[in-house]
Each structure stands twice: as structure tokens, then as C-alpha cells.
């Protein structure tokens, strides 16, 4: 089983990543702080302005020892943002959503080898002096089901339930 485990364990690995995007994640709150994280490369000078349904609830903070700055933001209205963030004299984009309807959210916008491990729908950070922008996504409501679990393991138990029920008509042995 081993080898068929190391050979389809890179494309479900990349599988459950979109899937957590789908599944997983819910909109960003409305009316609630929601914090953004900044990694740089060299510590730099962020500064964000309000826009209409998106306000700046305190001043950027940028710790120099980490090289890492946080925003914190609150969404007002119900729909997607892209906040605009100035560091170091240039303009950098993430998109943040509120949005309820949206089935696709992306918690990070990265640049470098770490785009090997983030799925994001965003194009790369092209900023030299950024690495990567994170905002932490609340985990789905899963109040459809009796038990809080993530949806990956009603997924799990499904396929599952599956596996044995069909083993016998395709004659698999367990």
C-alpha cells in the first residue's frame, strides 16, 4: 500500500487544499476586528486608508525583530474588498470578503516557495519587500450535521461507508 499512498498522496493533498477553500471557511465577520498579517523581508512603513464599507480600526503595527506588520480592519458591508496596503512607498492587494455568497475564499497572498503550499486564487506578491499576506478565515458553521467536526471528516467517514459497501460488488477484498 505504500507506494500507492506516496504516489496519490501529492494530487489529494492538492485536492484537500481547494476543497478547504470550499468547505472549510466561511466569510470574514461583519462589524467584527479582523486582523491581517504581513510578512516582510526587511521591516518597512505600512499604511492603509479607509474605503467605503472597510475602515482601519487602529494604526498599523509593524514589529521590526519578526519583520512582520498587522492591520486591523473591519468590514461593514456584505460583499468582497481588496484592501490596499502601502509598504514601503508601493501598493500592494489583498482581497478580503464578507461576502456570503462567495464559495471561494482565500486566506493567503504569497511570493517565492511558499507558493507551493498556499492555493489562492490571487496572482503572486510581485512587492520585493513583502513575503506573504494572511488573514485568518473563520472555520465553516457546520450546523447541518449533530456534531461539530471539520467537513473533511464527514468526507472521510462518507468515502468510507462507501469503500465497504462496495467492496463485495467489485469483488475487493478488505
Known amino acids: 500500500m505504500m507506494p500507492a499512498f506516496i504516489v496519490l498522496g501529492v494530487p ?3 485536492l484537500l487544499l481547494h ?7 466561511d466569510p470574514l465577520p461583519m462589524n467584527e476586528p479582523v486582523l491581517v498579517r504581513v510578512e516582510m523581508n526587511d521591516p518597512a512603513q505600512i499604511e492603509v486608508n479607509d474605503q467605503p464599507g472597510l475602515k482601519v480600526t487602529a494604526p498599523p503595527l509593524v514589529v521590526s525583530g519578526e519583520n512582520t506588520g498587522y492591520v486591523r480592519v473591519e468590514l461593514t458591508e456584505p460583499k468582497a474588498f ?23 475564499f ?4 504569497g511570493s517565492g516557495i511558499e507558493l507551493l503550499w498556499i492555493f489562492t486564487d490571487e496572482e503572486p506578491i510581485a512587492h520585493p519587500a513583502v513575503e506573504s499576506i494572511h488573514v485568518k478565515y473563520p472555520a ?21 461507508i462507501a469503500a465497504v459497501l462496495l467492496a463485495k460488488p467489485l469483488k475487493v477484498e478488505l
Open 12 to 14: 489529494f493533498t492538492i
Open 19 to 25: 476543497m478547504e477553500q470550499r468547505y472549510g471557511t
Open 106 to 109: 482565500s486566506p493567503d497572498r
Open 140 to 160: 465553516k458553521d457546520q450546523d447541518w450535521v449533530p456534531f461539530a467536526m471539520p467537513w473533511w471528516v464527514y468526507w472521510l467517514l462518507v468515502a468510507s
Open 82 to 104: 481588496e484592501l490596499n496596503l502601502t509598504i514601503g512607498g508601493e501598493q500592494v492587494t489583498k482581497q478580503l470578503s464578507a461576502d456570503p455568497n462567495q464559495t471561494v
